[in-house]
C-alpha cells in the first residue's frame, strides 16, 4: 500500500502536502513503518527516534478524530481501515519517553526498598528490647518481598512489551503508587514496632498466605502465556490463550494480581492494604475493560461471549 504522511513535527497541517512511501508492505509493524518515516523524513538529529509517535485518519471528511498506532510490533493489517485509500498517517512529537523495562524496575524497587528498611527498623527496635518480631510480620516481609522480586525478574526475563517507551511523566504517577502508597504508607504501618494486628480468626486467616503465593504463581504462569504469545507470533493475530484462567476472562493475569492483594488484605485485615488492594482493583479492572472490548472487535464473532474482562462470571 501507499503510505501518505502528514509531518506534524515541523509544519503546521494544514499548509502540508503529504509525503507518500510507495508500496509499503502492510504486513510489516508499526516500528517497520516508523523506521521507513524516520530514513525518509530524515528526522535523525532533529527528533529522538523514541519521540515519534505515529496516528492515523481515514476518514477524509474529519481529519480531528485519530486513531494511534500505538503497539510497535503489532501488524498494520490488524488497524481498521489502514489499507483505505483515504488514510494519512499523522506522525507528532509525543515528548520525552523512558524505556518500559526501566520503568517497571524503578516503580517495583521503591516498595522493595521501602519493604527493606522499615523491616530492618523494626528488627533493631525489637532487638533493642530482646523481644520477638511478630510472625504474622514476618510473613508480611516474605509475601512482600516474593511478588516484587518476582515483578522485577518478569520484568527483566519475561515481558515483552507492545512498545519501547512510555511518556517520562508516568514515571512519577507509577512511583507515587508503589512508592507512596504501598513502600512509605503500607510498610510503615505494617512493619511499625507497636504493630498490633487484628486477632479476629487470626489462624483461619493464615491459610490466605497460601492462596496468597498460589495467586503469585497463577499470575507467573499467564505472564509467560502472553509472553510466549507475542514472541512467537511476531505481532499477528493469534487465538486467544485459553487456560490457567484465560478460559473465563480477558485479562487473567489482572485477576490472579488481584486476587493476591485480595488474600493479603484478608490476612492483614489493615486499613492500608485494603486501599492499596482498592486501588490496584479499580485500575485494573478500567485496562482489563478497554482490552477486552479491543479483542472482541479484533475477533468478533471467534471470540468467546461467555468470557468476562476481569473477574471470572462477574466483570
Same mark, same amino acid.
Given at each position: 500500500?501507499?503510505?501518505?504522511?502528514?509531518?506534524?513535527?515541523e509544519?503546521k497541517?494544514?499548509?502540508?502536502?503529504?509525503t507518500i512511501i510507495?508500496?509499503f508492505d502492510i504486513n510489516?509493524?508499526v516500528?517497520?513503518l516508523?523506521?521507513e518515516?524516520?530514513?525518509?523524513?530524515?528526522?535523525?538529529?532533529?527528533i529522538?527516534?523514541?519521540r515519534?509517535g505515529?496516528?492515523?485518519?481515514s476518514?477524509?471528511?474529519?481529519r480531528k478524530?485519530?486513531?494511534?498506532?500505538?503497539?510497535?510490533?503489532k501488524?498494520?493489517?490488524?488497524y481498521?481501515?489502514?489499507?483505505?485509500?483515504?488514510t494519512?498517517?499523522?506522525?507528532?512529537d509525543?515528548?520525552?519517553?523512558?524505556s518500559?523495562?526501566?520503568?517497571?524496575?524503578?516503580?517495583?524497587?521503591?516498595?522493595?526498598?521501602?519493604t527493606?528498611?522499615?523491616?530492618?527498623?523494626?528488627?533493631?527496635?525489637k532487638s533493642?528490647k530482646?523481644?520477638?518480631?511478630?510472625?504474622?510480620?514476618?510473613?508480611?516481609f516474605?509475601m512482600s518481598?516474593?511478588?516484587?522480586v518476582?515483578?522485577?525478574?518478569?520484568? @527483566?526475563?519475561? *515481558? !515483552?512489551?507492545? #512498545?519501547?517507551?512510555?511518556?517520562?511523566? %508516568?514515571?512519577? =504517577?507509577?512511583?507515587?503508587?508503589y512508592?507512596g502508597?504501598?513502600?512509605?504508607?503500607?510498610?510503615?504501618?505494617?512493619f511499625h514496632?507497636?504493630?498490633?494486628?487484628i486477632n479476629?480468626l487470626l489462624?483461619?486467616r493464615y491459610?490466605f498466605?497460601?492462596f496468597?503465593?498460589?495467586?503469585?504463581?497463577?499470575? @507467573?504462569?499467564? *505472564? !509467560?502465556?502472553? #509472553?510466549d504469545?507475542k514472541?512467537y507470533n %511476531?505481532g499477528k =493475530?493469534?487465538?486467544?490463550?485459553n487456560?490457567?484462567?484465560?478460559e473465563?476472562?480477558t485479562?487473567?493475569?489482572?485477576?490472579w494480581?488481584?486476587?493476591a492483594?485480595?488474600?493479603?488484605?484478608?490476612?492483614?485485615l489493615?486499613?492500608?492494604i485494603?486501599l492499596?488492594?482498592?486501588?490496584?482493583?479499580?485500575?485494573m479492572?478500567e485496562?482489563?475493560l478497554k482490552?477486552?472490548?479491543?479483542l472482541?472487535?479484533v475477533?468478533?464473532?471467534?471470540y468467546?461471549?461467555?468470557?468476562?474482562?476481569?473477574?471470572?462470571?462477574?466483570i
Open positions: 500500500m501507499d503510505i501518505k504522511i502528514i509531518n506534524q513535527i509544519k497541517e494544514d499548509l502540508l502536502t503529504p510507495k508500496n510489516k509493524t516500528k517497520d516508523k523506521l518515516i524516520y530514513d525518509k523524513l530524515n528526522l535523525k538529529g532533529k529522538s527516534f523514541n515519534i505515529l496516528f492515523y485518519s476518514n477524509k471528511d474529519d478524530k485519530k486513531d494511534a498506532l500505538s503497539e510497535d510490533n501488524q498494520l493489517l490488524y481498521d481501515n489502514i489499507s483505505n485509500e483515504n494519512l498517517i499523522y506522525i507528532k509525543i515528548g520525552p519517553q523512558i518500559y523495562k526501566l520503568v517497571y524496575i524503578i516503580e517495583y524497587l521503591g516498595p522493595l526498598f521501602f527493606l528498611i522499615f523491616f530492618l527498623r523494626l528488627y533493631k527496635v533493642s530482646n523481644e520477638n518480631i511478630q510472625t504474622i510480620q514476618l510473613f508480611y516474605l518481598t516474593f511478588h516484587y518476582k515483578r522485577i525478574l518478569e520484568t @527483566l526475563f519475561i *515481558h !515483552i512489551f507492545s #512498545r519501547d517507551t512510555m511518556p517520562l511523566k %508516568n514515571l512519577f =504517577k507509577n512511583c507515587a503508587y512508592w502508597l504501598y513502600g512509605i504508607l503500607c510498610c510503615y504501618f505494617i514496632p507497636n504493630y498490633t494486628p479476629f489462624g483461619l491459610i498466605v497460601m496468597f503465593f498460589n495467586a503469585e504463581i497463577k499470575n @507467573l504462569k499467564c *505472564h !509467560i502465556i502472553l #509472553r504469545l514472541k %511476531n =493475530k493469534a487465538p486467544p490463550p487456560k490457567d484462567g484465560f473465563v476472562c485479562c487473567a493475569n489482572y485477576f494480581e488481584f486476587l492483594w485480595f488474600c493479603f488484605s484478608i490476612f492483614s489493615h486499613w492500608s485494603i492499596f488492594t482498592c486501588c490496584g482493583f479499580y485500575q479492572k485496562w482489563a482490552k477486552h472490548k479491543i472482541n472487535e475477533y468478533g464473532d471467534k468467546p461471549k461467555n468470557r468476562k474482562a476481569f473477574i471470572p462470571y462477574f
